[in-house]
């Protein structure tokens, strides 16, 4: 089955890229080769905390802040890692579908469970609003 609107996908895994780098591929830092996609895509996983808009932590801190003592702590920690793992699931959904050849790009068929699987994920830890699982 040829892969059809490679450009579409290509286009959507950019706008996830800037969503959650806080970064435009024609932000300043992206001169000569680098581009926005090789930036997100050295730095993951170890450097995820560097790369993700740090409004994103803030908010998360604050929410950490007014929690109270050991036990929400613990849930807090785990938490936190919950959603570090799936901003890195996001961040690697992003640089797929914005590779250079569209057909190293996967199908959008294909994305949208994964985006499901990480919104599902999320939701579990309780945070925005979602139900712990």
């Known amino acids: 089955m040829k892969r059809q609107h490679g450009g579409d996908v290509y286009s959507y895994g950019i706008l ?12 300043g830092i992206f001169s000569g080769s680098l581009t ?11 450097r995820i905390a560097e790369i993700v808009d740090p409004t994103l932590f803030q908010q998360r801190e604050m929410a950490d802040a007014s929690s109270s003592i050991d036990d929400n702590q613990s849930q807090s920690s785990r938490s936190s890692y919950i959603i570090q793992e799936c901003l890195i699931s996001l961040l690697k959904v992003g640089i797929a579908c914005s590779q250079e050849l569209p057909t190293d790009r996967p199908d959008i ?6 985006l499901h699987a990480i919104r599902k994920t999320l939701l ?10």
């Open 109 to 114: 068929n294909d994305v949208v469970p994964q």
């Open 124 to 133: 579990e830890t309780g945070v925005h609003g979602g139900k712990k699982g």
């Open 36 to 46: 926005l996609h090789d930036f997100v895509k050295m730095s993951l996983p170890e």
């Open 16 to 27: 996830l890229l800037e969503m959650f780098t806080g970064k435009r591929p024609t932000d």
